[in-house]
């Protein structure tokens, strides 16, 4: 389905779960109790809305690269394109040519190790940046980050929760344990709020991985 905004007019529901295939994720994307569907009274079309699609693709990315998984070609193609970052920066900044970057994107060849693991934590880093090239373009002191990056305190305390002891995951059955992430956001305060939004505390305006995963159906 066509991800559109739809019309108030158009009675429009909010769907339980909404498995979003517009992404361009190559791994499984689950929205809980946020997204609405409705039909245009006019053209017949179905429309649907997923409320704040800028902060839903930055949570998918944060999600993926705290994942422990090795990336594949089509993940880091697919991040490095959801952080708008330009092929030739990042090869720079990774410090290698952007042939080599093309070929690990295309999966003829695999990202080291060593460079996945700097490519993984730009990648967290850039989702609290409006534009994640800033960061490929010069240094930040404390001062500048605190000024630029969303949120400066919570990123540097995820930052170190999820990469300090990461240690990347290359053997796995990529059939039998596909990739699947869910994520639901609060509701607004004019709508009463689900069992799962519930679990969100008031300030949690923006996308999250609800805990316990169980508590997803």
């Avoid at 066509?2 to 009675?11: C, F, I, K």
């Avoid at 517009?22 to 053209?43: E, H, M, N, R, Y």
């Avoid at 290359?170 to 869910?182: G, I, N, P, R, T």
């Avoid at 994520?183 to 999250?208: G, H, N, V």
Wanted: hydrophobic share 35%.
């Amino acid at each position: 389905m066509t991800m559109m905004q739809h019309d108030r007019g158009s009675n429009a529901r909010v769907v339980q779960q909404y498995e979003v295939d517009t992404l361009g994720a190559p791994f499984k994307v689950t929205l809980w109790d946020c997204v609405s569907l409705g039909v245009d009274p006019k053209t017949g079309e179905e429309k649907v809305h997923i409320p704040d699609l800028v902060g839903l693709i930055k949570s998918v990315v944060r999600a993926r690269v705290s994942h422990p998984r090795k990336l594949n070609g089509a993940e880091l193609k697919f991040v490095r394109n959801a952080l708008g970052v330009r092929a030739n920066l990042l090869a720079d900044f990774l410090d290698m040519t952007p042939e080599h970057l093309s070929r690990c994107e295309a999966g003829s060849k695999v990202m080291s190790t060593m460079s996945e693991k700097v490519f993984r934590l730009f990648a967290f880093l850039g989702t609290f940046f409006s534009d994640p090239e800033e960061i490929l373009l010069r240094s930040f002191n404390k001062e500048e980050i605190d000024k630029k990056a969303k949120k400066p305190n919570e990123m540097r305390q995820k930052f170190a929760e999820q990469f300090l002891s990461m240690k990347i995951q290359s053997v796995f059955d990529a059939e039998e344990d596909e990739l699947h992430f869910h994520f639901i956001r609060r509701k607004s305060k004019s709508s009463k709020p689900t069992k799962r939004q519930k679990m969100l505390s008031e300030d949690d305006d923006e996308w999250k991985e609800p805990e316990p995963m169980k508590a997803c159906g």
